[in-house]
């Protein structure tokens, strides 16, 4: 059984571009958790997603920054007009029901913003 | 969410138990402890969980005091593989899918 996957694992942009990040979670898994780890800093919720419907955002900033889990295909994070503070490590989760004891985490993605 | 206070680091020898300790005075009765780690480079990994009772895994044991206002994790013997950054995690109840990582506890295993 694969694990959760992302890609791509290292991306750069610079300034003013758009990042997507893409999360296939594991086989069986309908809920997706989105974290992001700055610099130095541990990870922080951004948004929990299942099938076609974002159930809590509470975490992602309020401009430039989208999710979604469609019916087929991956869950995309999507980062519009990156700057250079978007730099960060971006982690996607997913676990056959929202909790926090099951929850499977991919190898992120490195956002890098020249 | 209830705050959690871990060291910063710890060493341990290996083949040693090494013991985690983590402060969270103000869970609420119906909060779960979660622990994490996170290997250089790596998503985090799961290890255990717990409410008032004492648990234990494959990986590790869970100890909680009576009044649940700390925990300590116990990896009984540890190896150099399990050098990484552990993360004690107390997230709301309501919706304990919502994991917040603090700083946590850089252990490193030496030979």
């Known amino acids: 059984n694969a694990g959760v996957m992302q890609n791509p694992r290292h991306l750069v942009r610079r300034r003013g571009q758009e990042a997507r990040l893409r999360c296939s979670p594991m086989k069986g898994h309908s809920h997706v958790y989105w974290y992001r780890q700055l610099p130095e800093e541990g990870l922080k919720f951004m948004v929990y997603l299942q099938k076609e419907n974002i159930i809590d955002e509470s975490g992602m900033p309020k401009e430039r920054f989208s999710a979604e889990f469609p019916k087929e295909g991956p869950s995309i994070l999507r980062i519009q007009q990156v700057v250079r503070g978007d730099s960060a490590a971006y982690f996607c989760a997913s676990s056959p029901e929202p909790s926090g004891e099951t929850q499977y985490f991919g190898p992120g993605t490195r956002l890098l913003v020249l | 969410d209830a705050k959690t206070t871990q060291p910063p680091s710890m060493d341990c020898a290996e083949g040693r138990a090494a013991n985690l300790p983590c402060n969270h005075s103000t869970i609420s009765g119906n909060e779960y402890v979660y622990w994490y780690r996170q290997i250089h480079s790596q998503g985090p990994q799961y290890i255990i ?53 603090g700083a946590g506890t850089t252990v490193t295993v030496r030979a």
């Open chain 2, 49 to 101: 969980h717990g409410l008032k009772n004492n648990e234990t895994n494959e990986m590790a044991s869970l100890i909680i005091t009576e009044d649940r206002k700390s925990s300590t994790l116990i990896l009984p013997h540890a190896t150099l593989r399990d050098t990484a950054v552990y993360y004690c995690i107390v997230p709301p109840s309501f919706n304990d899918y919502k994991l917040s990582f």
